[in-house]
Each structure stands twice: as structure tokens, then as C-alpha cells.
């Protein structure tokens, strides 16, 4: 399978914990894109690498978020601090240029925030 | 906040009748896409229509586009029970660096 892959699946954890999900985008791929989705709504955007550089960042991106792709590859998003409005799902999705045509997405991280 | 809003919010059709859904965007826009998701899992992209395009077939799928109006729409012909899923739309504005999404329209295709 060559597809957008993402780890873990779900993730339990308890308020105020730290979280790391990890995306690994279609090799050939440079652009990666991380957004989240809360149940019965659309996917969020909350922000964009091309290559290595993390190019835009969403407002929804509070301080607590921190995301890295740090040899243009894969990359982790990282949660500190979590609360319970974090509780999403969160997908990566990968594309190639010229530009935002046809996005690939992983099957996301359940994360639940008690 | 996101771009795109779709209508209705569900749709309950029986197995081989046509499904549309709608969708109304605010911005200009390069192309509008729309991907299916089925529950729990990721998004899938179905079809892609370029901003100066009007019209777009694949399969059982046709999309329009009217940029006056920002609106598009998605016909499924003949559905099928396997057709059950959410439908985004979602649009490549003109200078952004990502899709903006719609809320989704939740199709239930009954055998």
C-alpha cells in the first residue's frame, strides 16, 4: 500500500497530556497538509509544509500545537497540554504540483481527550 | 472558518435514483473538488472542475460549476447501497495554500 498513512488510528488520552500522531504522505509527494475534523463538520485546514518548511499555519493552530517534517518526509503533529476540545479527528493528506489539485488522505487519528 | 457550505445536509434516496448535492462557496476560486468520505475513515477525491470549466463527467458522477453564482453541484446517477457516504466539497481559492471544505452533504442510498 502506498497511500497516505497515519499513526496510531485512536488515541485515549487524559486532559493535559501530551500527544504525537504521525503521517507518512505518498513518497513522491512535497506537500503535506495536516487538517481536523469534528463529528457531522468538514475537514479544517491548520497547516501546510511544502517540502521541509512549514509554509502557512491555521489561527485554529493555537501555541499548544507544533507541527514538523523535518527531512521533507514524514511529518508528526504534536498536541501539548491536551483539553477536551481537542477530541477530533485529525488527517494528514499529501499532493504533488503544481498546486492543491487532488489531495490524498490517511484514514486520520481518533484522538479522544477525558 | 470554512469555505464552502452544501445542501442538504443529508439525503435519503432509494438504490438507482439520482442523488444532488449542492454547493456554495464565497471566494474566486482556481478549481472546486469534491471528495466522499465514508464513516471513520479519510476523504477520497472523486473529481476536480477547473474554474473556467462548466460542466464535468466521470463515470456516474457530473458536476457543474457557475462562478457567478459560486455554487456547484454533484449529480450521482443511478445510486447504489456502496454510494452511502458524506460528500465534501472543496475549493482551491484563488492564492491559498490549501482546500477549504464544505459542512457536507450525508447520502443514504437504501437497497
Known amino acids: 500500500d502506498t497511500g497516505v498513512s497515519q499513526d496510531p488510528r485512536h488515541k485515549i488520552t487524559k486532559r493535559g497530556q501530551n500527544v504525537t500522531f504521525r503521517c507518512d504522505p505518498i513518497s513522491e509527494h512535497n506537500r503535506l497538509y495536516w487538517y481536523r475534523q469534528t463529528l457531522g463538520q468538514g475537514p479544517e485546514f491548520l497547516t501546510y509544509f511544502q517540502n521541509e518548511a512549514q509554509l502557512e499555519k491555521s489561527r485554529l493552530l493555537s501555541d499548544r500545537f507544533s507541527a514538523e517534517r523535518p527531512k521533507g518526509s514524514f511529518s508528526t503533529l504534536e498536541i501539548q497540554r491536551t483539553e477536551q476540545g481537542d477530541s477530533a479527528m485529525y488527517l494528514c493528506a499529501s499532493s504533488s504540483p503544481p498546486g492543491n489539485e487532488k489531495l490524498f488522505f490517511g484514514s486520520g487519528t481518533q484522538l479522544s481527550v477525558l | 472558518s470554512q469555505q464552502g457550505e452544501e445542501d442538504p445536509q443529508a439525503l435519503s434516496i432509494q438504490e438507482g435514483e439520482n442523488a444532488t448535492m449542492n454547493c456554495s462557496y464565497k471566494?474566486?476560486?482556481?478549481?472546486l473538488q469534491w471528495y466522499r468520505q465514508n464513516s471513520g475513515r479519510g476523504l477520497v477525491h472523486l473529481i476536480l472542475?477547473?474554474?473556467?470549466?462548466r460542466e464535468k463527467h466521470s463515470g456516474r458522477l457530473r458536476v457543474t460549476l457557475d462562478t457567478s453564482k459560486k455554487s456547484s453541484s454533484l449529480l450521482i446517477t443511478a445510486s447504489r447501497a456502496a454510494d452511502t457516504a458524506s460528500y465534501f466539497c472543496?475549493?482551491?481559492?484563488?492564492?491559498?495554500?490549501?482546500?477549504?471544505f464544505g459542512t457536507g452533504t450525508r447520502l443514504t442510498v437504501i437497497p
Open positions: 471566494t474566486s476560486i482556481n478549481n
Open positions: 472543496a475549493t482551491d481559492a484563488t492564492g491559498a495554500n490549501n482546500l477549504f
Open positions: 472542475i477547473r474554474s473556467n470549466e
